[in-house]
């Protein structure tokens, strides 16, 4: 059964217009209902209904969509930042964006895996505070270079803006292919969610990387500056919503962030993060994550400069200060991520 099966006779609650019409979002596209729920949690490969932020979705043109998210006032994990919302709930809302329109509208079957080679996000302070209310959210997305094998899809790109009340709150995007079951266990070697892991290391004092709870810092010291171990705690209810046989995605973005927190030496609101994930995060090898501010001559790669530059459009902070972050194990670099930090709070 494909999964696009979701999507067979099914209203969609909260949308004023019907798909297809190319309706602009950020100007009321969504009318507020008397019954509103989560997508299946299936659709985003979420254990937990809690974690899941997308709430409906439709087709808008071939490759176009409107997707509606919530993000509430308070998270257990993604925590807010000087009154905003975390922007790496942006990111964990873009990233199961992709997953949703890979399995609902491009039929990719339930069991497949996804590789996830570059997600990016930049947010516009100015819309991202804490409301009296979760925030409601309206997402146009958009697919590009969507590859076929043999009449499946195999692989896209998800580029999104994300409206709130009418105004632009943040653009990002991602690259993801999809990989059949026997390939990913070719592919894996035999790992599989029961995987060995490390022992749990002791954490980074909490205030140096902008956290209140050592449950939740993914960083450990190693007596360098600028370089710690990555610390994967698997009984983490919000980064291990379910076994997995590699580090999530989302736990080597807090560590690009909290890296970049205590490399600038104190608190800020990430602006923007562009990262690349080269190669899987072994659970059962040491992972180091080094951390070095940006030069005027050095600038990162070329990607993470655009997206650097859409969040300087939105805010134009001048003392704005970029971190470049990677992740190495085994001697090889694994991820990588240039992280644009906003001023300290006054």
């Known amino acids: 059964m494909s999964t696009s099966t979701f999507r067979m006779n099914r209203a969609t609650p909260g949308m004023t217009r019907q798909a297809g019409h190319g309706a602009p979002l950020g100007g009321g596209t969504l009318a507020l209902q008397p019954l509103t729920s989560t997508v299946p949690k299936e659709l985003v490969h979420r254990a937990s209904v809690a974690e899941v932020m997308l709430t409906d979705w439709a087709r808008r043109g071939e490759h176009h969509f409107a997707?509606?998210?919530?993000?509430?006032?308070?998270?257990?994990?993604?925590?807010?930042?000087?009154?905003?919302?975390?922007?790496?709930?942006?990111?964990?809302?873009?990233?199961?964006?992709?997953?949703?329109?890979?399995?609902?509208?491009?039929?990719?079957?339930?069991?497949?895996?996804?590789?996830?080679?570059?997600?990016?996000?930049?947010?516009?302070?100015?819309?991202l505070r804490v409301g009296e209310a979760p925030a409601s959210l309206e997402l146009d997305v958009r697919c590009r270079d969507?590859?076929?094998?043999?009449?499946?899809?195999?692989?896209?790109?998800?580029?999104?803006?994300?409206?709130?009340?009418?105004?632009?709150?943040?653009?990002?995007?991602?690259?993801?292919?999809?990989?059949?079951?026997?390939?990913?266990?070719?592919?894996?070697?035999?790992?599989?969610?029961?995987?060995?892991?490390?022992?749990?290391?002791?954490?980074?004092?909490?205030?140096?990387?902008?956290?209140?709870?050592?449950?939740?810092?993914?960083?450990?010291?190693?007596?360098?500056?600028?370089?710690?171990?990555?610390?994967?705690?698997?009984?983490?209810?919000?980064?291990?919503?379910?076994?997995?046989?590699?580090?999530?995605?989302?736990?080597?973005l807090e560590a690009a962030r909290q890296a970049a927190t205590a490399t600038l030496g104190d608190a800020r609101l990430p602006l923007a993060l562009a990262s690349q994930f080269l190669r899987y995060v072994e659970l059962d090898t040491p992972c180091t994550i080094e951390a070095r501010p940006a030069t005027a001559t050095d600038t990162g790669p070329e990607h993470a400069q655009a997206v650097t530059g859409r969040a300087a459009a939105g805010t134009g902070p001048e003392d704005a200060k970029t971190v470049h972050v990677t992740g190495r194990q085994n001697e090889a670099a694994v991820f990588r991520c240039t992280v644009t930090m906003a001023p300290p709070h006054q």
């Open 67 to 127: 997707l509606a998210a919530q993000w509430p006032r308070g998270h257990s994990f993604f925590t807010s930042v000087d009154g905003c919302h975390d922007p790496l709930i942006a990111a964990e809302t873009i990233r199961q964006a992709g997953l949703l329109l890979a399995h609902a509208e491009y039929a990719v079957p339930f069991g497949h895996h996804f590789l996830v080679s570059d997600l990016d996000v930049a947010v516009r302070p100015a819309h």
């Open 146 to 252: 969507v590859k076929e094998r043999r009449g499946e899809v195999t692989g896209l790109r998800i580029e999104v803006e994300i409206h709130r009340d009418g105004h632009l709150l943040g653009t990002g995007g991602g690259t993801l292919t999809c990989i059949a079951p026997r390939v990913y266990q070719r592919l894996r070697a035999g790992r599989g969610p029961g995987a060995q892991v490390l022992a749990l290391t002791a954490p980074t004092p909490p205030q140096s990387v902008g956290r209140m709870s050592p449950m939740d810092v993914v960083l450990s010291p190693i007596g360098e500056n600028d370089r710690w171990q990555l610390r994967v705690d698997t009984r983490h209810p919000a980064l291990f919503d379910h076994r997995v046989d590699h580090v999530p995605g989302m736990l080597l």
